[in-house]
């Protein structure tokens, strides 16, 4: 989803399947219209699928195509963690903070 003019453009990226022309789009609308800035994150929720196997091929991939993040796995920045899974306590924060205001 692409968001207002100037607001990074975040992109999800499945480690478990194959590459599309999706994050090629994306990283084309960030880079000209969203202020430059390409975030990338690794959608590894599903265990049975997502390896670390196919995390590092679809990133050779990305490479492979010239298609550079600002921020993501390798390059690191103020937004990390960069794999979903990494994030479940903010996600759990958020929840609380948001049950914990509706009572």
Same mark, same amino acid.
């Given at each position: 989803? /692409?968001?207002?003019?100037?607001?990074?453009?975040?992109?999800?990226?499945?480690?478990s399947t194959r /590459?599309?022309?999706r994050p090629r789009y994306? !990283? /084309?609308a960030a880079r000209q219209s969203l202020g430059g800035k390409f975030v990338l994150r690794i959608e590894d929720t599903d265990q049975a699928r997502s390896t670390q196997e196919s995390e590092e091929s679809m990133l050779a991939d990305l490479e !492979? /195509?010239?298609l550079? !993040?600002?921020e993501g796995p390798r390059v690191g920045g103020p937004?990390? #963690?960069y794999r979903q899974s990494e994030r479940?306590?903010?996600?759990?924060?958020?929840?609380? #903070?948001?049950w914990a205001q509706t009572r």
């Open positions: 989803m /692409l968001e207002a003019r100037g607001q990074p453009c975040r992109i999800r990226v499945f480690a /590459l599309n022309c994306n !990283w /084309l !492979w /195509l010239g550079n !993040w600002d937004c990390g #963690s479940t306590k903010i996600y759990q924060d958020a929840i609380v #903070s948001t």
